[in-house]
């Protein structure tokens, strides 16, 4: 980023159904792009978080290696509605940069 204006926020889920949810009220609450969305585990192995849910729960196959991250570019005036946004889907951290 090559100014102060936009932060990049990322928070961290136990769980991908969270995670979704979250990047759902990024995208109609804050009203920013899909695109501009990422979701990644938060270490090195394939995850599916720590705790199974959703269809994870019908699997025995569902890796839960580790917690999931969603992070966003965001402009520094809307970090709150972000948080918000990111706490309301139920992270367990939120941290911007």
């Known amino acids: 980023m090559s100014d102060d204006s936009?932060?990049?926020?990322?928070?961290?889920?136990?769980?991908r159904?969270?995670?979704?949810?979250?990047?759902?009220?990024?995208?109609?609450q804050?009203?920013?792009?899909?695109?501009d969305v990422f979701i990644e585990p938060d270490t090195h192995a394939n995850t599916a978080g720590v705790e199974a849910s959703g269809?994870?729960?019908?699997?025995?196959?569902a890796p839960?290696?580790?917690e999931?991250?969603?992070s966003v570019d965001i402009a520094r005036t809307d970090l709150l509605k972000a948080e918000q946004a990111f706490r309301q889907a139920g992270a367990r951290s939120v941290m911007a940069q």
């Open 6 to 15: 936009t932060k990049t926020m990322w928070a961290i889920f136990a769980t």
């Open 68 to 70: 999931i991250r969603v």
């Open 30 to 35: 804050c009203g920013i792009d899909r695109a």
């Open 55 to 61: 269809g994870d729960t019908v699997r025995a196959d």
């Open 17 to 28: 159904e969270t995670a979704d949810r979250a990047v759902e009220h990024l995208v109609q």
């Open 64 to 66: 839960l290696h580790g």
